[in-house]
């Protein structure tokens, strides 16, 4: 029998539409959203829907837009195919994505969840605001050469370093924006194949959230937390942690840390686990899974 686990993805993946179909043809769905309204006090649903302002990419709105969204995916599943959600044995989400492993592992209700994401996004946007910063996606080196190039790009005073370890020749780097323009600009002569520049507000996963911290640190003790029901494999270490107050500690520490997604998923892997769930908007990790392990199967439930 298969060993299956829950992927959620992560800031990025978020389009206009997403969770719409789900709004329209199941209660459950439809409900989540209600509550994200009211718990937000903005209409999420038109953000995620239509977008009239073209604010869903804005950090602020699209992490509540897609924690939602990818649990309204997870009632769909839960209707199509119970017996998959009931043999879910781990989960694992992408920086925001976490938040949504959470919930599914019982660690976090859904509106307080909700709170302390609506908190995160906020907070992080205005530490990204305060700092002019970005990040660049590095494909086609390994991380040794990735974090040479780092340290002949970064000048004295600025902050530039891996922030995502996403899958073999996939390395995502942060920094103050100049850092950023450089280490684009040298990245090809360095031997990468490409080095696109993100649509994000800032540079996530790096010490430039640090103003970020206290705010969430505030948000995280204020919540109530459970030991999970499941296996939640943490952005920062790549293992799974049973104490609430250790979950709580590392959902801090993740703003500021490197996401270790490829040693997420080996985790996993080398564990068994064969057969993986990508729920919620776009297909991100499923290409991500392909370039850890192509024998890997991957289904999306989209949002």
Not at 276 to 300: C, H, P, Q, T, W
Request: hydrophobic share 45%; net charge negative; with cysteine.
């Amino acid at each position: 029998m298969s060993k299956i686990a829950f992927l959620f993805p992560g800031q990025g993946a978020q389009a206009v539409g997403m969770g719409r179909s789900l709004y329209d043809q199941l209660p459950a769905a439809r409900a989540l959203f209600d509550q994200a309204n009211a718990v937000l006090g903005y209409d999420l649903t038109t953000i995620c829907f239509e977008d009239p302002d073209g604010v869903l990419d804005s950090t602020v709105y699209s992490q509540p837009a897609l924690f939602v969204s990818s649990l309204a995916a997870l009632e769909k599943l839960k209707a199509d195919a119970p017996e998959v959600v009931a043999q879910c044995a781990a989960t694992a989400g992408l920086s925001l994505g976490e938040y949504t492993s959470m919930v599914l592992a019982g660690v976090m209700d859904f509106e307080t969840a909700l709170g302390v994401v609506r908190e995160r996004g906020q907070a992080m946007q205005d530490a990204a605001d305060a700092t002019p910063s970005g990040m660049v996606s590095i494909l086609g080196m390994e991380l040794a050469a990735v974090e040479a190039l780092c340290d002949r790009c970064r000048q004295p005073g600025e902050v530039l370093q891996v922030a995502n370890h996403l899958c073999p020749g996939n390395i995502v780097v942060s920094g103050h924006n100049d850092s950023c323009e450089r280490v684009a600009a040298e990245a090809m002569e360095a031997g990468a194949m490409k080095a696109v520049p993100l649509a994000v507000a800032g540079a996530f996963h790096t010490p430039i959230m640090q103003p970020a911290v206290e705010r969430l640190k505030e948000a995280l003790e204020a919540a109530e937390l459970s030991a999970p029901k499941l296996p939640v494999i943490s952005n920062v270490d790549a293992k799974s942690h049973d104490s609430p107050e250790e979950i709580r500690e590392l959902l801090i520490r993740q703003v500021v840390s490197p996401v270790q997604w490829e040693s997420s998923m080996r985790q996993l892997l080398d564990n068994g686990f064969d057969s993986f769930y990508e729920i919620g908007a776009g297909k991100v990790l499923r290409g991500l899974m392909r370039r850890i392990d192509r024998k890997a199967s991957v289904e999306n439930v989209f949002a």
